[in-house]
């Protein structure tokens, strides 16, 4: 998966990567990155630094932190989720800003039981406020498909994410209440622990540090835009494995969906 942020601040784009993806990786779980909670739940499982795993069991999930914040850029990390039935689980990898007032870009993978597909569960919290969910059953024929963009809509009152710098998360945590069928469905302790795995993990962004960020020159992703075909194929994967958007929701929003829908 990709989350990819554009110079101009016109857009953020959430694209879905394939487990075969052959794209060289840079980074190391070992230098970048900390578990911070879990109390020994999450490891680093080679010498190299390009595995993680995260576990889950009654008693507690895990997860890890970037060590640095990024106030925008390129981050990229391949996942295998919980196999098998994996019902109430949430595995997930995310930005977040801290404080009361801040940005989030969200990937929670919403475990299910064994057969049914899991759910992509977006959303993007802007000075707090989130409910921009989309969702997607997951597709695994695919590679490098942009799967949303969120556009800066500033000029008509919505904020979006670009002053706050951010740091990567990832976790695996419980949510039976309501990750599978809306609570449904409920965590099988017998099959615990749970575990899911990251490997090449890479950051390219601007690194903030000092009250400024300092930003890698001549990236390709600085000033990325979405083509046509880009826009085709985030069209087509939305009409094909979207399950939930909110901006379609009439009953939530009865009075009218939000601005940045319009």
């Known amino acids: 998966m990709k989350f990819s942020c554009g110079t101009r601040f016109a857009f953020l784009v959430l694209f879905l990567i394939a487990a075969q993806s052959v794209a060289v990786y840079a980074g190391s779980f070992n230098k970048d990155v ?5 109390d020994g739940r999450g490891k680093v499982r080679d010498r190299d630094g390009k595995l993680l795993s995260l576990s889950l069991d009654k008693s507690s999930g895990s997860g890890f932190q970037s060590n640095q914040e990024f106030l925008y850029g390129k981050a990229e990390v391949q996942m295998k ?18 404080g ?7 990937f929670e993978f919403l475990g299910n039981i064994s057969g049914h597909p899991y ?12 409910d921009k969910e989309q969702q997607f059953h997951l597709c695994f024929t695919v590679d ?12 008509i ?7 706050q710098p951010m740091r990567l998360y990832a976790s695996l945590w419980e949510a039976e209440h309501w990750a599978t069928r809306g609570g449904l469905e409920k965590t099988d302790w017998s099959k615990a622990p749970f575990t899911a795995f990251y490997r090449n993990y890479n950051v390219e962004g601007c690194v903030w540090a ?27 994967a939305q009409s094909k494995y979207m399950v939930y958007n909110y901006c379609t929701d009439t009953k939530r929003f009865p009075k009218g969906v939000p601005k940045v829908c319009t």
Not at 119 to 130: A, D
Not at 210 to 222: D, E, I, L, R
Request: charge should be positive; include cysteine.
């Open 100 to 106: 009361t007032m801040w940005d989030e870009i969200d």
């Open 34 to 38: 900390q578990i911070h909670w879990g």
């Open 210 to 236: 000092n009250g400024k960020s300092s930003c890698p020159a001549n990236s390709p992703w600085f000033t990325q835009t979405l083509d046509q075909r880009g826009i085709d194929k985030m069209k087509w």
């Open 81 to 98: 989720l919980v196999a098998g039935n994996s019902a109430g689980t949430v595995t997930t990898f995310y930005l977040k800003a801290p």
């Open 157 to 163: 009152g919505v904020p979006f994410p670009k002053n």
């Open 144 to 155: 490098g498909i942009p799967i949303r963009e969120f556009k800066n809509s500033e000029s």
């Open 119 to 130: 759910t992509l569960h977006t959303n993007v919290y802007t000075q707090g406020s989130g």
